[in-house]
């Protein structure tokens, strides 16, 4: 007997079938379900600096991953209703239209969503209608670790050696064969899929950028077939940790980030193929060292919900005060990549032409941008928001106050010397030539440093650096000075 005959499923980055408890849920309860995902135009306004929200390249994934979902949904008897406006609004007015009885969702862990989750139960509890909620964005479950968000360790390495000891990830739930509508529901009654335009967003390039590590495309298909390819055609699983600090092509990492960002992905998923690798194939460092990867973004989703609104402050979750500066003539050298520096610079030109960046290379621009430039931390934060395809809201918050120095991280003065780390993770100069151009022809020896070039004309003649390619903004020797004293 089911206890509903209708519910609504409300989905925002759990854009998936697979392992969705939400969905399992309604399903199992209620004799009809209607999945329902609203474009709230407060995600795609303006950041406190100005930039776009949701930006073309994470608008883009996002649409493609709905349009996805919404034909796996189809094939299964279902769709999916799109709908524009703030879901506190949507959600009780669909609810009485369709005479719905409970709405599931899944729980967010940040400010901006919790608040608009408690609109939504307010506005559902005043018209009678019953609300589910469940944790479903980490590895380990909220309700598993053995401790509440207030007492989540604040240093990464004890936090994963208590999980590990003490938890083991949940099974995943099953994806529902079927999925029965409210009747009299059309096709034409769900609303087509809204387009960057109709968003307010800038319009994307047609053609995607060669250049770019992967063709993202949004969805749970491209995420399990990506999974396929990288574990199971290529094997590339068995050597990630050797390779995951990378910078060019599609396998030097896993690139999950995106779908799993989204919730297309389901870490869960992942943990159980990574054990099924494990058991078929090899079981090494690099298999431990993904499912170590899935635990940061773990750790970094507990420390949102322990530290609350203060993981966007200023002073990060320390409360670290320091001297930012808002210095936009710099930092838009630095977004632009026309800093003087190759190697931030091609990262940077990277993140711009296709809204990934390699974790390598966010680790050294963050770096650049707060030390060398001592520019506001929230400017990078906002700029990463607006651009990554793989925006995840608690990973990048949670990384910009580590690279701050303001976060829980026992070094606090963390800094990345970008000539070392060019020089480890490019030493031929490769990635820099890649996104570069006007450096293709610098040889070797000066790639790092083209404007040490000028001391011999007849190289910087035929290289034309001084022309084409700007001396640096900051003297990199200085401020590797003050912080490795």
């Known amino acids: 007997m089911k206890k509903y005959t209708t519910a609504i499923l409300w989905l925002r980055n759990d854009l998936r079938l697979h392992d969705n408890e939400a969905l399992a849920r309604a399903v199992r309860d209620a004799e009809y379900v209607l999945p329902i995902f609203c474009f709230d135009p407060r995600n795609f306004g303006k950041t406190p600096y100005g930039f776009p929200k949701t930006g073309a390249f994470r608008t883009q994934f996002l649409l493609e991953s709905l349009a996805d979902l919404r034909l796996g949904m189809t094939v299964r008897g279902g769709n999916l209703l799109l709908c524009s406006g703030k879901p506190e609004n949507i959600l009780p007015t669909l609810a009485r239209e369709i005479k719905a009885e409970a709405v599931y969702f899944h729980e ?11 609109a939504v139960r307010e506005a559902l509890t005043k018209i009678g209608v019953k609300e589910h909620s469940y944790w479903g964005a980490t590895l380990m479950h909220i309700d598993d670790v053995p401790f509440s968000p207030e007492q989540t360790p604040d240093i990464f390495t004890q936090f994963r050696k ?16 079927h999925i029965k509508l409210p009747s009299g529901m059309d096709a034409s009654a769900f609303g087509e899929l809204s387009t960057l335009a109709a968003l307010g967003v800038d319009v994307a390039p047609s053609v995607p950028d060669g250049r770019a590590v992967l063709p993202f495309k949004g969805g749970e298909t491209q995420a399990l077939s990506r999974l396929n390819a990288y574990f199971w055609e290529r094997d590339c699983l068995k050597e990630y940790k050797e390779t995951r600090n990378g910078l060019l092509g599609a396998d030097y990492s896993s690139k999950f980030s995106a779908w799993l960002a989204l919730g297309c992905l389901s870490p ?22 993904l499912v170590f990867e899935l635990l940061w973004r773990d750790f970094f989703r507990f420390t ?10 200023k002073a990060g979750i320390m409360n670290v005060k320091k001297p930012w500066q808002e210095d936009w003539e710099r930092f838009d050298l630095w977004r632009r990549g026309q800093t003087g520096i190759p190697f931030i610079d091609a990262n940077m030109r990277e993140l711009l032409a296709t809204g990934f960046m390699s974790n390598r290379g966010r680790q050294n621009v963050a770096s650049f941008l707060v030390r060398d430039l001592n520019v506001h931390w929230l400017m990078g934060a906002e700029w990463f928001e ?20 303001i976060g829980n991280d026992p070094r606090e003065d963390r800094y990345f010397n970008i000539m070392r780390q060019a020089g480890m993770y490019d030493p031929k100069g490769e990635y820099v030539r890649h996104w570069l151009p006007e450096l293709r022809a610098v040889p070797s020896a000066y790639i790092h440093e083209p404007h040490r070039m000028s001391m011999d004309a007849q ?4 290289c034309r650096v001084g022309v084409e390619y700007p001396i640096p903004i900051v003297n990199l020797e200085e401020t590797a000075r003050k912080f490795q004293r």
Do not use: M
Request: net charge negative.
């Open 162 to 177: 208590i999980v590990e000891k003490k938890v083991t990830p949940r099974k995943t739930f099953s994806t529902p064969q």
């Open 459 to 462: 190289k910087q003649a035929e």
């Open 386 to 405: 607006s651009q990554l395809i793989d925006y995840d809201v608690c990973s990048n918050y949670g990384n910009w106050n580590y690279a701050a120095g």
């Open 304 to 313: 949102a919900l322990k530290y609350d609104t203060a993981l966007f402050r």
């Open 108 to 118: 967010e862990a940040t400010d901006e969503e919790l608040r608009v989750e408690e």
């Open 268 to 289: 869960r998923y992942v943990y159980e193929e990574v054990k099924r690798y494990e058991a078929e194939r090899i079981q090494n460092d690099s298999t431990y060292w």
